[in-house]
């Protein structure tokens, strides 16, 4: 073990050969989740046209049952400009609409149509298809370790703060 002074830690070289399988299998599901052939071959199953960022403020709307553009692009951590030009894009599909907040008449919310709920509802339903036909060969045992296990390390993801050279954690909002 190193001294309490000392920046690095020992790892056992069994955990250390986990980590590094772990990280690179994050890494290519993170790829592949934000590709953007993958997503088209998904919206192309679908039947539907739909932008990546679009799909995924299409989402966040639905999810809040109505969200002003700021709100939208901090729980998305989207620019809001970019939030701002999606959402005008999505508006101009049909998918959403913009109206006036009853409280504030200078604020603006954004709801999903129906024909909104209905794409995401088809790339929703593509999504399911899809995972269930990637877990088909997977064993119940296996597939009930991951239902557990995943939700643990997204939850890890959102709680732990990264620690910086000098190993203490950054506790500043918005650093994990």
Known sequence: MTSPRSSTVEVDPGIEGDLGVIERALEQLFRLNASRKVHGRRAAAAGVSISQPGYQLLCRIQ???GIQIGELARRTEMDPAATGRQVHLLEGDGLVTR?????DGRAVVVRITPRGAQVRQRLGLVAERHMSDVLS???PTDRRRLAVLLPRLVEGFRTVHYRGRDG?????EGTT
């Open 63 to 65: 999810e809040e049952g």
């Open 99 to 103: 109206e006036r907040a009853s409280e």
């Open 137 to 139: 060969g997977w064993s």
């Open 168 to 172: 203490d954690a950054d506790h500043r």
